[in-house]
Nanobody, 118 residues
Framework: VQLVESGGGSVQAGGSLRLSCAYSPWTYLYMGWYRQAPGGEREGVSTLDTTGGVTYYADSVKGRFTISKDNAKNTLYLQMNSLKAEDTALYYC???????????????WGQGTQVTVS
């Protein structure tokens, strides 16, 4: 299983970025995004139930971030709008059995892509 993130970068507060995660063709029940700021704890951002399309978001990003998936391209996305300085972190694409991000565990991790908001 391979998860390869891209799309990170530096942006000013209020701006937007779209993260992409190209994954090995397989059926994963839940996919999502975690993040970790320098010196901070790992934080769940969003998950997607790939069978029914149900999504879940952390309160800190609700209304600003949107998770989606393109099955034809085997790619998971995270559209991030109205970015804030506190969104600065290394963002990881994951497959997980923890839809509500309660345990912060994952079955597979990508290498991460850096998002910096100034």
């Amino acid at each position: 299983v391979q998860l390869v993130e891209s799309g990170g970068g530096s942006v000013q507060a209020g701006g937007s970025l779209r993260l992409s995660c190209a994954y090995s063709p397989w059926t994963y029940l839940y996919m999502g995004w975690y993040r970790q700021a320098p010196g901070g704890e790992r934080e769940g951002v969003s998950t997607l139930d790939t069978t029914g399309g149900v999504t879940y978001y952390a309160d800190s990003v609700k209304g600003r971030f949107t998770i989606s998936k393109d099955n034809a391209k085997n790619t998971l996305y995270l559209q991030m709008n109205s970015l804030k300085a506190e969104d600065t972190a290394l963002y990881y694409c994951v497959t997980t059995s923890d839809f509500l991000m309660l345990t912060m565990t994952a079955l597979y991790w990508g290498q991460g892509t850096q998002v910096t908001v100034s």
